[in-house]
């Protein structure tokens, strides 16, 4: 059954962040929630034209770490955290180098299935994990993981500008009344010339001054800046059209002061063309793990 974008809203997932990753020429989406409560960890990830997404719940973790490790013991909540953990740090350095704390290179990918592993080390001894995630077939999944928090993003950073550059003007008015009255700038060099919008538009978007953000948009995507505007901007939205939802219990005395605008989200979207599948030439060799002279209990 296809989820609806008001059970996206509800799910946690929702207000976290991607994090850009790139591995060789393959640039992805990637983004995951532990859950300590029930040991389970979720994992998303996005090329763009899908979403792939795994659910591990405690059985699913003991089982692939016993085929991945067969020397390893470990409690499903020792295991959640640790792969959460080493996905925040692999992301956050964004290499794939060996000698890196923690790692994650992509196995496979094509229109149906991603597998990224995931390098490690617990206790001296490596670590591998392989996150299988098979692409989810709602057809309106993309929209409600991708497309859907773009253009809240889109919209509130235009809400932004728009604030900016009201507070500017606010700003030149304030210096040229303090011009008026005869002040002056002790420094002449801190003198500005007066804020024109249109001036800044034209100059801000050419080419030239966006060479450096647009010449690797995927890379770009989401700094540490705009992960935490990505993360305020959806739970303001999800607030917003959650309370636009609630039934209406009040009093009709009380319906007046509810100046909420109500959006109606079309979740019905076009299944995506899938593309070509794409298969790395590379075939991942099978990691093999040191043994531990014991059996290792964590």
Request: with cysteine; charged share 25%.
């Amino acid at each position: 059954m296809a989820t609806s974008v008001g059970d996206t809203l509800e799910d946690d997932i929702f207000a976290i962040p991607w994090t850009s990753f790139c591995d060789k020429a393959f640039n992805c989406l990637v983004k995951h929630k532990h859950d300590a409560a029930d040991s389970s960890l979720r994992i998303y990830a996005s090329d763009f034209i899908r979403v792939y997404e795994e659910i591990l719940g405690q059985d699913l973790l003991l089982e692939r770490c016993k085929e991945l490790n067969p020397d390893l013991e470990v409690t499903a909540a020792y295991l959640s955290e640790h792969l959460s953990q080493g996905i925040t740090k692999a992301l956050k350095q964004n290499c794939t180098a060996a000698t890196q704390e923690a790692c994650m290179k992509i196995v496979t990918c094509n229109a149906g299935l991603l597998v990224m592993q995931l390098h490690t080390m617990i206790s001296g001894v490596p670590f591998l994990w392989e996150f299988r995630m098979p692409a989810q077939t709602a057809s309106d999944a993309f929209y409600r993981h991708v497309t859907l928090p773009m253009i809240v993003m889109i919209v509130g950073l235009q809400k932004q500008q728009e604030d900016l550059f009201a507070l500017l003007n606010d700003k030149d008015s304030e210096i040229s009344d303090y011009k008026r009255s005869g002040q002056h700038l002790s420094r002449k060099h801190l003198e500005t010339k007066v804020f024109d919008a249109g001036r800044f538009r034209r100059e801000t978007l050419t080419p030239k001054h966006l060479k450096n953000c647009l010449s690797d948009v995927h890379l770009n995507l989401f700094g540490s800046e705009a992960g935490l505007m990505y993360k305020k901007m959806m739970e303001a939205y999800k607030d917003i059209t959650t309370s636009a939802r609630e039934p209406e219990t009040s009093s009709p005395e009380n319906h007046g002061s509810l100046n909420v605008p109500v959006e109606v989200v079309k979740e019905t979207r076009e299944t995506t063309t899938a593309m070509d599948v794409t298969m790395l030439e590379e075939e991942s060799k099978p990691h093999k793990v040191k043994k531990a002279k014991k059996r290792m209990r964590l």
